[in-house]
């Protein structure tokens, strides 16, 4: 549909960041606070825990909305610890929503 109705959509570039997450990541709401930190900037992505203890976070958006939520998984929520975030960069896939795993 045209004609000026708003899809939603924001114009402009996308970046995809890959961040695994270590430290106390598990089991202090990381993933809901990461869930909750994309959706304030419309970042679209998924987190889930990985069976050595780490978070991984994979986040699509507009760049300077995707680094300030990155900047945050470097702090985590209240009960975390983060000691390290590995970041990669990926191709873009048009991921929509956040998903948690």
Avoid: C, H, K
């Avoid at 992505?45 to 976070?57: H, I, K, S, T, Y």
């Avoid at 699509?60 to 680094?67: L, N, S, T, Y």
């Amino acid at each position: 549909m045209s004609g000026g109705v708003d899809d939603g959509l924001r114009p402009g570039p996308v970046v995809r960041r890959r961040a695994l997450v270590s430290g106390l990541v598990q089991g202090v709401f990381f993933r809901d606070s990461s869930r909750q930190q994309a959706a304030r900037r419309g970042v679209a992505g998924l987190a889930r825990n990985l069976p050595d203890g780490r978070v991984e976070v994979v986040l699509e958006g507009p760049p300077d909305e995707v680094a300030a939520v990155l900047a945050w998984l470097r702090q985590g929520p209240a009960y975390a610890r983060v000691d390290t975030v590995e970041v990669t960069e990926e191709p873009v896939e048009g991921l929509r929503g956040f998903e948690i795993a």
